[in-house]
């Protein structure tokens, strides 16, 4: 993986935070302990031989744990709304999302993108996000702790 991987993403938002500056070392141990979890939404809604579906739906204050993309998908934002995100590289963002956006997201082998998402807004927060399973890389099981 090219050191510049990450910067070359389609990542939103405002940088708030670098070199992990305010993480907790719960958070920092959630990434270590999740750092291989597939879990990319907080609930599938569907899955086939091609794509898998997932919704993630936070009320306000509500975060996803850390997870692991290395699939090629996208996401849509349901609604509007902001959120927190930190990402493996120590860096902290805070992105705003109007309804209806959508991100595509491509990573070749090897390649991945580990972040977690937390609702700092005061509505609730709702995503669809659609993996292809036919990806460079091979998918990851889905952890359930």
Known sequence: MSDTFLQDLPLAGTVVGT????????????????AFDGAV???LL???DRVRVW????APGERWHAHRH???????????G??????FDGTTRDVSYDAGETRHF????????LHDI?????????????????SANDALPVLTS
């Open 46 to 48: 569907s899955s086939t």
């Open 19 to 34: 070199d992990f500056d305010g993480w907790s070392p719960e958070l920092r141990a959630e990434f270590e302990s999740h």
């Open 106 to 113: 491509t990573f070749g082998p090897g390649e991945y993108l």
């Open 118 to 134: 937390e609702n700092v807004g005061d509505t609730p927060l709702v995503f669809t996000t659609v993996e292809h399973l036919d």
């Open 55 to 58: 919704e993630i739906r936070l």
């Open 82 to 87: 902001t959120s927190r995100q930190h990402t």
């Open 70 to 80: 290395v699939l090629d998908y996208f996401w849509t934002a349901v609604n509007a």
């Open 41 to 43: 939404g907080s609930r």
